[in-house]
């Protein structure tokens, strides 16, 4: 079901700004290079920005439509917004600030307690913001903002003030709150990484367009729109089920794509994970390999060459290769083509 729907038109000195997509449920990542318009997309949303023509709805809701001359003001519009700093009242509490939002409305109070335990915000909460780390302010901005009782959460690059210890500290508890808590989230990156692990949905954005939106895994493995995320970066990201571990620390993954081989972390048999075969780790051979280290070889078949990239069909799934040119005209790599993508245990990455 469409969570949160946009289509809005506005002209900037340096950008037409024309952006149209429909989001479900879950985390939608606004996804592109600096200036294509992704604050300028979700401020439009959140009412700070009013686009010239168009359309934003959440849950149905009408927020903004020039046609009828709706344009409802912020805060009428029940959005949380958390920002790149955390924007917290530096003489107030954690307590204070996690309750300067809920002033405004009624049955936040039940919710306080779910929101401070959610996010451990239980030993911050008589600090004041000069004695919180990067992630703990911004685990209070996410409090402050769920606080509100918003109908989407917007969060415009929320990471990218932190170094990467305190990303790495902050990302489970984005997850829990994907997992936790029923709202749409739009979340602006242009991490990789981030919208990997995150993100069901993506919009991918270029000087004011959306080129791509979708489901994230479908745009990894796009001969097309792959390589936006970086070459190192494009690849296919598949959901797996750990079937075996086996006694020389290995484990047999299913996937959509076929069993593969990988070296066993903590996980239990059983435990459902997310890896990515990355593109520039993954080499075809017309004739099933002999006399090879690498444990996964795949039966494939070429769907597309485009760029370098070349997409295969495997199993129920789709991989991407990024193979030379010169190595896309030795072997004849054409559509239909049926070939092997072998790929080394050591290069699938959990995401
Ligand atoms: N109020 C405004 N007046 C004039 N130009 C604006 C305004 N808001 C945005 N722009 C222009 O629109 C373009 C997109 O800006 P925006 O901040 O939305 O991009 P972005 O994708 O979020 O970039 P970044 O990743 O660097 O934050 C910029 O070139 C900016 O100059």
Request: with cysteine; proline share 7%; aromatic share 4%.
């Amino acid at each position: 079901m469409t969570a949160v729907s946009v289509a809005i038109r506005r002209q900037f000195p340096t950008l037409g700004l024309d952006i149209a997509f429909e989001a479900p449920s879950g985390v939608t990542a606004l996804f592109g290079p600096s200036g294509c318009g992704k604050t300028s997309t979700i401020n439009a949303v959140a009412g700070l920005m009013t686009p010239e023509s168009g359309r934003i709805a959440v849950n149905e809701r009408v927020l903004f439509d020039s046609t009828a001359g709706v344009n409802l003001p912020v805060k009428d519009r029940r959005i949380g917004y958390v920002f790149q700093d955390a924007r917290l009242f530096p003489h107030l509490t954690v307590a204070s600030n996690l309750r300067y939002s809920w002033r405004f409305r009624r049955g936040a109070r039940a919710d306080f307690d779910r929101i401070v335990e959610m996010l451990a915000l239980g030993p911050l909460l008589k600090r004041r913001p000069r004695n919180l780390s990067g992630g703990e302010k911004q685990r209070t901005a996410i409090g402050r903002a769920l606080l509100s009782g918003p109908e989407l959460l917007v969060m415009d690059e929320p990471l990218a003030a932190l170094d990467e210890a305190r990303k790495a500290e902050i990302m489970p508890w984005l997850e829990r709150l994907r997992d936790e808590v029923n709202l749409p989230i739009l979340y602006v990156s242009h991490s990789t990484a981030e919208v990997v692990r995150l993100a069901t949905t993506l919009v991918m954005m270029q000087q004011g367009r959306v080129i791509y939106s979708g489901p994230v895994a479908e745009a990894l493995s796009d001969a097309a729109t792959g390589p936006a995320f970086g070459l190192r970066e494009a690849g296919a990201l598949l959901p797996g089920r750990i079937e075996r571990i086996e006694p020389d620390s290995m484990c047999r993954v299913a996937t959509p794509a076929g069993a593969l081989l990988l070296p066993a972390q903590n996980e239990p048999e059983g435990a459902e994970i997310r890896l990515r075969i990355l593109a520039h780790e993954v080499i075809l051979s017309l004739t099933p390999p002999e006399g090879l280290s690498a444990l996964n070889v795949l039966p494939a078949r070429v769907e597309k060459v485009s760029g370098g990239f070349v997409e295969l069909a495997v199993g129920e799934s789709r991989l991407l290769a990024q193979i030379t040119e010169r190595s896309v005209a030795a072997l004849g790599l054409a559509p239909g083509i049926p070939c092997h993508a072998i790929i080394k245990s050591a290069a699938m990455v959990r995401s």
